[in-house]
């Protein structure tokens, strides 16, 4: 029957389906890792949609369900590195109960102390062994054979999220779960579980308790944003990736400054699209299962100074870093150099939390630089804010200077080598050959349509977007269908053969 429907056969094909080897594909695959991307998920979360409906009335057969579905979606990312997840939500289990019945203040840092090491000793074996060692035999001028380490999917999502939750209860900020499966329920929640956003306890656990209602708000809005993400990953930042970004940073020296400096400000668009296409994704899973997350990207390049780009780009890690970390290390509370020492140490953190790469630190360095600059402007000049505010071509000219030094940090961000991003940098300033620009326009005509489009789609006023949510909100559930119908045509005839990983599942 199948062998007569070709055209069916082509649309499992394009979906990332097997039709013929369905039943394979419920193993995990290392060359194949689950994605919300990847038709096989939309099968299967219809499906456990369809299950969810019957039993999110009771509480313990909600999360019990929710739970194992999780750690099956994380094992269909990772595999056996599963069994790392459920460790992670065995000992921080226990160490906040433990931490919860401790009154003595020695004990209880002791307590989280120890919660920390654990988190962080594993979350660096995984990501910075081969590093530490690659940096040790260069210092003593020997060859390094990095060992086979694999890095399990969101393994710094999760540690972080872990981590927050023993570090709130020793604040006494939140009381521990008393169930192990309500705080694995927690922890492994598979929409944000692999790329964030990093949930905090004291937003998540409430809404754990309480009884489980989708209004239609919740769904309409949870579809637009399941459309959005998906429209923002697959048809922008897949399809600038493949056909410019990749080739500019595969070998920039082949492209003129021009060429380069497109590649950089594409880059710029097709990682905001690939990481905010994922957390509204994340975002829109939630609410149909009715849980709500705060907003993790806010149209970070609007941003009128890199301190208002870091209030709106990565929200939940932003904000991590600095209730766990800048504030941990005494903040703004400490006099000025203090303070411009605790922002560089929380950005060099930042970024090195990112990946075992100098790249990454460098990226870090950048940005921690560009906080302090800033905060040190503003202390000169307080009144700098208010002016701004009021005047439009100022407004202006701060964005798209904003842009531009985020721009700069996004070269070492992108670049597989320190040779690579210098290379960038040269041909930008020393070969830009602005005369290449029409045969430039003509020659990617697609790409510059969709870099136009994306960035379009990003300066719009936020009232715009906020209109077609409202509309979708409020359509018939035909209306919802025949529209994600609409977009699974468009990424059929879009999307490349092979399923393009987040790039944030390599942190």
Known sequence: ???????????????????????????????????????????????????????????????????????????????????????????????????????????????????LI???????????????????????????????????????????????????????????????????????????????????????????????????????????????????????????????????????????????????????????CDFSGYSDMAIGIALLLGFRFNINFDSPYKSTSITEFWRRWHISLSSWLRDYLYISMGGNRKGKVRTYINLMLTMLIGGFWHGASLLFVLWGAWHGLLLVLHKWFRSIFPASKEVRSRWYWTNVLSIILTFNLVCIGWVFFRSPSMEVAKSVFSRIFTEFHPEIVWNFISGYANVLFFICLGFLLHFLPHRYSEGVARKIEMSPVSVKAFAFALLIVLVIQIKSSELQPFIYFQF
């Not at 695959?29 to 939309?42: A, Y």
């Not at 299950?51 to 056996?80: A, D, H, P, T």
């Not at 081969?130 to 990095?146: G, K, M, T």
Request: aromatic content about 22%; glycine content about 6%; charged content about 15%.
């Open 1 to 115: 029957m199948l062998e007569n429907n070709n055209w069916l056969g082509e649309i499992f094909e394009k979906l990332g389906l097997d039709i013929h080897k369905l039943g394979v594909q419920f193993l995990y695959d290392p060359n194949n890792p689950m994605l919300f991307n990847s038709g096989f998920f939309f099968f299967l979360f219809l499906a456990f949609l369809f299950l969810y409906r019957y039993c999110r009335k009771n509480e313990l057969l909600r999360n019990l369900y929710v739970m194992l579905f999780s750690f099956y979606f994380y094992y269909k990312s990772s595999g056996i590195y599963l069994l790392v997840l459920i460790f992670v939500c065995t000992f921080d289990f226990f160490i906040g109960r433990l931490l919860h019945r401790t009154e003595r203040k020695v004990s209880r840092k002791w307590l989280v102390t120890l919660s």
């Open 118 to 272: 654990v988190n962080i000793c594993m979350l660096g074996y995984f990501k910075y062994t081969n590093f530490i060692f690659d940096l040790f035999y260069s210092a003593v001028n020997r060859q390094f054979e990095p060992f086979d380490i694999v890095l399990p999917v969101g393994i710094s999502f999760f540690t972080f999220q872990s981590m927050s939750y023993i570090i709130d209860i020793y604040r006494k900020q939140i009381e521990p779960l008393q169930r192990w499966r309500d705080y694995a329920f927690y922890v492994s929640f598979f929409p944000q579980l692999v790329a964030g956003p990093i949930v905090r306890a004291r937003d998540f656990i409430p809404q754990m308790k309480q009884p489980v209602f989708v209004s239609g708000e919740m769904f309409g809005r949870g579809m637009f944003l399941i459309m959005a993400g998906l429209f923002k990953k697959v048809i922008i930042s897949d399809y600038i990736s493949l056909n410019f970004v990749d080739r500019i940073f595969d070998n920039p020296t082949l492209y003129t400054g021009f060429e380069n400096l497109m590649g950089v400000y594409a880059y710029a668009l097709q990682i905001y």
